[in-house]
C-alpha cells in the first residue's frame, strides 16, 4: 500500500466512522424520546394501553439487542482516532503511519454498510477528487443523510 492509499484509507475511515457515529447516535436518541412520549401517553385519557406497551416494548428490545448507544461510542472514539491520525499524518513517515493505522483498524467498529458509498464519496470531496464517485443507491442516500453527511459535489 503505498502512501496516497494509506492517506485515502486513513480519510475513508474517519468519515466512515463519522457517519456511523451519527447515525447510531441519532438512532438512539429518537427511540429514547418516543419511549419517553409513550410513557407520558399512558396519562392520556384516551389511549390504547396494548398499543402502546407493544411499541414500548419492541423499542426496549431494540435498545438491548442493538445497543446503538454503545456502538455509537465506540465509532466515536475510533473517529476521535482517525481524526488525530488524519491531521498529523504529513508529519509521520510512512511505516510510522501504516504502523498507526493498523492498530487503530484493531478497534473498529462495525459501521453499516449502507454506509460505505457515502464515505467513500465524501472522501472523494475531501482529497479533490470527485469525478470518481459513485451514484448512491435511495436508500444509502436516505441513511446517509440521516447520517448527517450526503456528498454531493
Do not use: C
Not at 396494548?50 to 445497543?67: E, H, I, N, T
Not at 503511519?97 to 467513500?120: G, N, V
Amino acid at each position: 500500500m503505498n502512501r496516497e492509499d494509506l492517506e485515502f484509507s486513513i480519510t475513508y475511515s474517519y468519515y466512515l466512522e463519522k457517519m456511523n457515529y451519527r447515525l447510531l447516535t441519532r438512532i438512539d436518541k429518537l427511540i429514547t424520546l418516543i419511549l419517553i412520549v409513550l410513557g407520558f401517553a399512558v396519562f392520556a385519557k384516551y389511549s390504547n394501553m396494548f398499543v402502546f406497551g407493544a411499541v414500548v416494548a419492541v423499542l426496549s428490545v431494540l435498545q438491548l439487542v442493538y445497543q446503538f448507544a454503545q456502538e455509537a461510542g465506540i465509532s466515536k472514539e475510533q473517529m476521535r482516532h482517525y481524526r488525530s491520525l488524519k491531521v498529523n499524518m504529513k508529519d509521520i513517515g510512512d511505516d510510522e503511519l501504516r504502523q498507526r493505522f493498523a492498530k487503530i483498524q484493531d478497534s473498529d467498529s462495525m459501521p453499516w454498510q449502507s454506509l460505505e458509498d457515502a464515505a467513500f464519496n465524501r472522501t472523494l470531496i475531501a482529497l479533490g477528487q470527485p469525478s470518481q464517485m459513485v451514484k448512491l443507491t435511495v436508500k444509502n442516500a436516505v441513511l446517509s443523510w440521516l447520517a448527517g453527511d450526503l456528498p454531493k459535489h
